[in-house]
């Protein structure tokens, strides 16, 4: 099978799936609040989410390129792949990082699907984008580690049975460099429940299941630690590359529904006895959108086929974030206003998509925090945190 040909089956395949969970399921949980289970069991079953886990360990063996048309077509079809996102990328730092025995034990799980490592905790309320200044501490006693702390925008903790956890195992004035320090925990939720461990949601614009975590002298074993002890920073920004292009693919499989939208109806909707699209003025921002679209999937591709060859990619996934995301937005806005009125009724899932949209500006990554990593680590201007 060439890469063409298994990326239009990799497409034509969850497009169909897709299909069975229209845009009336996703309204349906908006209103709802509620986690799409059933849309997350039958990609689980048909192996899209273990589509990056070795076959070794039971999973598909693909690369970011074919993970990231997965998650693009799920946004593509109307859909919201950030129920599930996580549950492809976040076992990466176990299978780089984590030991033999961690990899035995969770990913062969995880690829059935019989554990869900999609929660990953390394946000905290005070420390912001400032990763480096968590506080959230793991104090090792004995066989334990005592982890004491907080969490904020922890997203699928509650459907997750696993929880990737960045903190503090020595406080920042001992460390020499400030990216040491930080460990990774793979926490196992269910047990530590009651235990040390509270989560509670927060309600958001958007149906995202993200919740505040709290831990309260929570014992993990020391097992859990993943890799070496002060080095768990180096294992998160590794990861995050991964991250970046899979969220792009999103936007851009966003960006184009909402163009495919956008362009219907401004071909069929008459005012002035002509269609709206006929006028310019609602015509060339839906083309500029297009183009932008375009332009960013480009630069998916681009940062996709580094990072599944092993080269360093930072730069092109960080710019096919920006790009995407701001790409996404865009066609929302336009969607919604050559819509007019019926873009805010929610039977068209414009104003659902639209929100959802929005979000890939703020996370995982802000804007600002991917120019302010081009402008000083790749063009060398000054730092300014
Ligand atoms: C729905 C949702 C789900 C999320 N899921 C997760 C998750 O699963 N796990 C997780 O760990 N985190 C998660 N996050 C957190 C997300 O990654 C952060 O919200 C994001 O990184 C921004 O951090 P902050 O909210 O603390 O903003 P702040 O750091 O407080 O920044 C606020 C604003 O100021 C800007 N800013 C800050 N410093 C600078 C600077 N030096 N220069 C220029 N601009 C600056 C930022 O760009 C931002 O626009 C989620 C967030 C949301 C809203």
Redesign the pocket.
Known sequence: MTDTDLHDALRAGVRALCERYPGSYWRDLDERRAYPEGFVRAMTEAGYLSALIPPEYGGGGLGVTEASIILEEVNRSGGNAGACH?QMYTMGTVLRHGSEEQKRRYLAEIAKGSLRLQ?????E?D????TLSISTSAVRDGDVYIVNGQ??????AEYSDLMLLLVRTTPKAEVQRRTEGLSVFLVEIRSSLGKGLTIQPIK?M?N?F?TQVFFEDLQVPAENLVGEEGQGFRYILDGMNAERVLIAAECIGDGDWFIEKATAYAKGRQVFGRPIGQNQGVQFPIAQAYARIRAADLMRYKAAALFDAGQPCGPEANMAKLLGAEASWEAANVCLQTHGGFGFAREFDIERKFRETR?YQ????????I??YLGQNVLGMPR??
Do not use: C, E, M, Q
């Open positions: 996580a929660s990953f905790g390394v946000t309320p420390a912001g984008s400032d969490k904020i925008w922890n997203s699928r958001t958007l995202h993200t979000l703020v996370a995982p990554v802000s804007t600002n925090l120019l302010a300014s945190y």
